[in-house]
């Protein structure tokens, strides 16, 4: 057991030093908590939910984990229905960044591995366009979306996260990327 | 008995026609009932089968006509100006703000319209040669793994890995790796029953049978399938549980397990017991895990796996397994560890067998090029009751993974391991593993 465990040690060694020199992945310090930058509620992404469920707020750590499939039900026993818009939409793009800190191909190879492995019950649905979410979110009590705040309407619900929502000024999820990108 | 008559037919097309935007659904609905005329009208018996399916149909009809007319009456009138400032890209108010969705009002309900079949295929091809006596460089055609799911209902789920293999006698064979129905009522109890990768560990459950999903080109020794001379009960038929435990940001999960567990009566026999088990004792696995909020992809845990081996021709065997895992996976960075102990107690015997293992591996994406290490370890006795051939095998694996598209990643490999009682061996693999 002695050369392979001098082994190990030196292994772990190496594992340390590209931790602690950079190796760590530069994506998830985008989802990190910073400060979000100055701008009108009208560029924020709101987080949007069936007017039916009962919840009102969440912990941005709560619903990242909605979000990447790790919860798969509400409070209420209905099971989650994430909906996300296609690639080609901005606010995609600032979901990805802000909630996932991931590029496309690390969004999509999370879900494929997710549900292979049964972490993830169901796979989110992609719709095209923002009032085809709205839709969506209406008619399905378990669904979590986005769209633009300036798109939201009466229909559906809005989340608060962190206690904000999205005309707050700290609020943080908005289509700008964030100050020092 | 019920002739279904052409003019019953025609009866039904035309209800089915008269409205064009039902026209598609309507067909299909029809279709495989004009395919099976023939067939029905040559039957005696059956008439009870086809008056519910006549009565179905009609009622499926009067509910879609239903449908349109009420889209059709939304459309009509402008909408309802909404509370908030005119948006070009906001959607009109939904028509039937009263109704029910589906999910609502059938939660349970199968569709039997549409198939629900989801299904992703994994493969890869290797070429591979190596410096141990009688082996050829060769290419090899690796698993062609199709994956398919069902979401049945909102809570229950069908899942499964069928496997197409050749074995080393170049006979192409089918395995069924998975097989599970899953009832999900909540994120504290998810059940499944069925065929199952055990829940030992960390690497058993995050890869199964892709090589595209993994980065290096196999499955560390510890984790190798029954049939290649795994030491380990990868695959098991009976009940697993999981789910989360109230823990905050800690996030604690939990598994548990009850299984037919491996067969040992000979080394002949099909490793995985799937519809007889040899004797009445039952393998058990209990498993404690925390994905924490505070260190994005770090996962780690513990696990202990109990069975009892019956082997003929020597006494039984009290086998458990106790495993441990730390592992970091995030998308441009990987840093696996697994360490594990299997102790096989025979009956009547002082002795007691220890297997110890363990391996690491690191890896970080660069764009498309993902460079790895792994460096692996496993020790049995010589006289070891259940493995003996497994003795001790060690050494470092080091390669580059390069993705050049979403869908397929080429990787390179080169193996150095040492065995006890043997020649060192080198080997040096080139893969193609991909996804569809």
Not at chain 1, 65 to 82: A, D, M, Q, V, Y
Not at chain 2, 150 to 175: P, R, Y
Not at chain 2, 309 to 338: C, G, K, M, Q
């Amino acid at each position: 057991m002695g050369v392979p465990m001098r082994r190990l040690a030196n292994i772990l060694f190496f594992t340390i030093i590209v931790l602690t020199h950079g190796g760590l992945d530069p994506a998830l310090r985008v989802a990190a908590a910073t400060p979000p930058p100055a701008g009108g509620s009208e560029q924020a992404v709101a987080i949007i939910v069936n007017q039916s469920n009962p919840v009102e707020n969440f912990s941005f750590d709560d619903l990242r984990k909605i979000f990447l499939g790790e919860r798969s039900h509400w409070p209420n026993g209905r099971r989650i229905t994430l909906v996300m818009l296609d690639p080609s939409q901005p606010e995609r793009k600032a979901v990805l960044r802000d909630i996932y800190g991931m590029s496309e191909k690390d969004f999509n190879n999370h879900f494929i591995q997710g549900v292979f492995s049964g972490a993830v019950f169901v796979s989110p649905k992609n719709l095209a366009t923002p009032p085809d979410v709205l839709k969506f979110v209406f008619n399905v009590p378990g669904a979590i979306g986005y769209v633009r705040a300036s798109d939201v309407d009466s229909t559906v619900k809005v989340l608060r996260v962190d206690g904000r929502v999205p005309a707050d000024k700290d609020y943080r999820f908005r289509l700008n990327a964030r100050s020092g990108k | 008995m019920v002739f279904l008559s052409p003019q019953l037919v025609l009866d039904l097309l035309k209800r089915l026609f008269s409205r064009a935007r039902v026209g598609s659904i309507a067909f299909l609905l029809c279709a495989p009932m004009l395919m099976s005329e023939g067939v029905l009208a040559q039957q005696v018996d059956g008439g009870d089968a086809d008056k519910q399916t006549i009565q179905m149909l009609i009622r499926r009809i009067d509910q879609l006509e239903a449908r349109v007319a009420q889209l059709e009456a939304s459309k009509a009138p402008a909408p309802a100006a909404s509370e908030q400032a005119p948006n070009p890209r906001a959607p009109a108010p939904p028509a039937i703000e009263t109704e029910a969705p589906a999910e609502h009002s059938e939660p349970e309900r199968m569709d039997m319209t549409k198939t629900l079949l989801n299904i992703r295929g994994f493969g890869d091809v290797t070429l591979h040669g190596d410096t141990h006596r009688g082996d050829t460089t060769s290419f090899t055609l690796g698993q062609l793994d199709l994956f398919v799911t069902s979401d049945i209902s909102e809570k229950f789920k069908f899942l499964s890995e069928v496997v197409f293999e050749a074995g080393d006698d170049n006979v192409f064979g089918v395995d069924l790796e998975r097989y599970l129905l899953q009832f999900s009522p909540n994120d504290y109890f998810n059940v499944s029953a069925g065929r199952y990768h055990t829940g030992i560990g960390y690497y058993n459950t995050a890869y199964h049978h892709s090589t595209w999903l993994q980065t290096a080109t196999g499955r560390p020794f510890l984790f190798q399938f029954e049939d290649d001379d795994g030491i380990l009960p990868i695959h098991n038929v009976g009940v697993s549980a999981t789910g989360m435990i109230p823990s905050g940001r800690l996030g604690l999960h939990y598994i548990a397990e009850v299984g037919n567990g491996r067969a040992s009566s000979s080394p002949h026999a099909e490793p995985v017991q799937n519809t007889v088990d040899e004797n009445n004792g039952k393998s058990f696995n209990l498993g404690f895990y925390f994905r924490p909020t505070g260190v994005r992809g770090l996962q780690a845990g513990v696990s202990v796996y109990h069975d009892g081996l019956r082997p003929i021709a020597s006494p039984a065997i009290s086998e458990t397994i106790i495993a441990a895992h730390a592992v970091i996976v995030r998308p441009n960075f990987e840093w696996l560890n697994e360490a594990l102990v299997i102790r096989h107690a025979p009956d009547g015997s002082t002795r007691v067998f220890d297997t110890p293992g363990f391996y690491t591996q690191v890896s970080k994406r660069f764009g498309s090029y993902r460079p790895y290490f792994r460096y692996q370890y496993v020790n049995a006795a010589d006289a070891e009751p259940v493995f003996p051939q497994v003795r001790r095998q060690q050494g470092p694996s080091v390669g580059v993974r390069y993705d050049p598209s979403d869908s397929a990643a080429l990787k390179l490999q080169y193996d150095h391991t040492t065995l006890r009682g043997q020649p060192a061996t080198d080997g040096l693999s080139l893969q193609l593993g991909f996804t569809f």
